[in-house]
């Protein structure tokens, strides 16, 4: 079995600064893509951002210059770190993970159960 754990959400102010990580744990051979969406209430689910295993980054372009996502590959562990955040980035954030069992080894998606950020004004 594959788990992902998140953790580093609370409430913050605007203008401060929080840091997610997730880590991913079980019968893992490989992660290759690794992401986190949020999803804020009313609305769909949507990437922020993502880095592949090799550290090519993405990000939403509501995002860019705020946050940074990094990943180590020792821990299965990705980051992100969240800076200058305003009231609109309120949302859950979810980890999610593209992962290569070590039994069957095909790759099949993964999702954390989600961490609340709350930014007030």
């Known amino acids: 079995q594959v788990q992902l754990v998140e953790s580093g959400g609370g409430l913050v102010q605007a203008g401060g600064s929080l840091r997610l990580s997730c880590a991913a744990s079980?019968?893992?051979?490989?992660?290759?893509?690794m992401g986190w969406y949020r999803q804020a209430p009313g609305k769909q689910r949507e990437l922020v951002a993502a880095?592949?295993?090799?550290?090519?980054?993405n990000y939403a372009d509501s995002v860019k210059g705020r946050f940074t996502i990094s990943r180590d590959n020792a821990k299965n562990t990705v980051y992100l770190q969240m800076n200058s955040l305003k009231p609109e980035d309120t949302a859950v954030y979810y980890c999610?993970?593209?992962?290569?069992?070590?039994?069957?080894?095909?790759?099949?998606?993964?999702w954390g159960q989600g961490t609340q950020v709350t930014v007030s004004s």
């Open positions: 079980g019968s893992i051979f490989s992660i290759n893509a």
């Open positions: 999610n993970a593209e992962i290569v069992g070590a039994g069957i080894r095909r790759v099949d998606d993964y």
């Open positions: 880095i592949t295993s090799g550290g090519s980054t």
